[in-house]
């Protein structure tokens, strides 16, 4: 049981991290990567939402009948959305105003309705729990990757929590500002994408 | 009249939904291997988002605000859109069964699609009116269809190139986007 649950957990970590092997979820991935910052609150998020829908679904996926299933998944998942809304709107106001619209569109990121159906609704509750921690985090460690090279080279600087950088590069760092832009963004993805290709096997 | 220009000029080129907002990117990067499928979700989307902009916007003045619930928003607008585009299938395959049959396999993506959502909950935050969210909803989802059918066609072309092998599908999918995006990023002196 417990190598069972260690291999739910690392799955997320490695062999299907999103959104690099399970390419869902790519618009906050662009979207939020501006700082590091950005990238784990939207990380932590979205661990708590997987969490959490993949536990509600797995103990009710004897009750929730199989026609109408997609739509319970989207309230359950809606649920928990509106609770971590409510939740960063109270205790993290910044972040909040920062991940703006990206927050409710957690609902469609696909991420959880895609476990949901794929994994919860058939699995156990505590299985899900592994699946929905290590994909949450292994998610958060991606966007983490590509909102600190971001960062790095577009801005100079590297903010951990709370607004003042961690570290800069100096003043003689000659900022790269294309990465923070909208199409640094696809394009510094899809060449984190290929670095990955590259080094592990498919 | 030419408020509602300088907003449909700006939902389709300066804010395109997909390339300067990144809202829609998975059916943005799914759908675009074949012109024809490109052009099938193009339509399909532009369809549901006008009758989606419509109805959640009257659902949040008549219904949310009336009651002071607004923070219900987004599992009320997912509802809304998920019933919608449900609805939408229903009618469509007993009444236009031609269009269905072209439409058809991509309405059920849209549920999940968030430009749809993103949309929606844009003309709430921004406190349109009635006629700028249906202005706004049709500039977005024409904006998502030409960006999606510009990709399909580089896409068609890079099928016949030869690309690196960690470089292929999805990693210069995202490439090209890129520099699509980058073309987009010129029209920004405009309004």
Redesign the interface.
Not at chain 1, 107 to 110: A, E, F, G, L, Y
Not at chain 2, 111 to 114: G, L, P, R, V
């Given at each position: 049981m417990a190598q069972s649950l260690a291999k739910e957990f690392t799955k997320g970590l490695w062999a299907e991290i999103p959104p690099f092997r399970l390419?869902?979820?790519?618009?906050?991935a662009?979207?939020v990567t501006k700082s590091l910052e950005n990238g784990i609150g939207m990380g932590i998020a979205l661990t708590f939402v997987l969490v959490c829908s993949n536990l509600f679904i797995s103990l009710l996926r004897t009750i929730i009948p199989s026609k109408v299933r997609?739509?319970c998944f989207?309230?359950i998942v809606?649920?928990f959305?509106?609770i971590v809304?409510?939740l960063m709107q109270a205790y993290a106001y910044e972040l909040f105003l920062t991940l703006g619209?990206f927050i409710?569109?957690i609902?469609?990121?696909?991420i959880p309705?895609g476990r949901a159906e794929a994994f919860a609704y058939k699995k156990g509750p505590l299985l899900s729990i592994a699946d929905g921690l290590g994909l949450g985090i292994g998610y958060g460690m991606s966007l983490s990757a590509l909102a600190s090279v971001r960062e790095i080279l577009g801005n100079g600087t590297l903010t951990i929590w709370g607004g003042t950088p961690a570290f800069t590069l100096g003043p003689d760092f000659l900022p790269f500002k294309f990465l923070l832009?909208?199409?640094?963004?696809?394009?510094g993805?899809?060449?984190m994408?290929?670095?990955m290709?590259?080094i592990g096997k498919k | 009249m030419g408020d509602l220009f300088v907003l449909v000029i700006s939902c389709i080129f300066i804010n395109n939904i997909l390339?300067?907002?990144?809202?829609?990117?998975?059916p943005f990067?799914g759908t675009s291997k074949k012109m024809e499928t490109a052009i099938g979700m193009a339509m399909a989307v532009i369809f549901v988002l006008v009758l989606a902009g419509a109805i959640t916007w009257v659902v949040n003045q008549y219904m949310l605000k009336a009651l002071k619930v607004e923070?219900?928003?987004?599992?009320s607008f997912?509802?809304v859109i998920?019933a919608l585009v449900q609805f939408v299938e229903m009618f469509l395959k007993k009444s236009i069964p031609a269009l269905y049959g072209s439409l058809g396999i991509y309405l059920p993506l849209i549920?999940?699609?968030?430009a749809?959502?993103?949309v929606c909950?844009?003309n709430i935050?921004e406190d349109y009116t009635f006629i700028e969210s249906l202005v706004t909803s049709f500039s977005y989802a024409a904006g998502f269809g030409l960006a999606l059918v510009l990709f399909a066609g580089v896409r068609e072309r890079i099928l016949l190139a030869r690309v690196p092998?960690?470089?292929?599908d999805?990693?210069?999918?995202?490439?090209t986007?890129?520099?699509i995006?980058?073309t987009f990023?010129s029209f920004k002196g405009m309004v």
């Open positions: 390419v869902l979820g790519l618009c906050p662009l979207a997609i739509a989207i309230v809606a649920t959305v509106t809304e409510l619209i409710p569109l609902v469609v990121n696909c309705l832009t909208a199409p640094g963004a696809f394009v993805l899809g060449l994408l290929c670095l290709n590259l | 390339l300067a907002q990144y809202l829609g990117n998975c990067l923070y219900l928003q987004t599992l997912i509802l998920a549920t999940t699609n968030c749809v959502l993103g909950l844009i935050k092998k960690p470089l292929q999805v990693s210069i999918g995202l490439i986007a890129g520099i995006a980058m990023m």
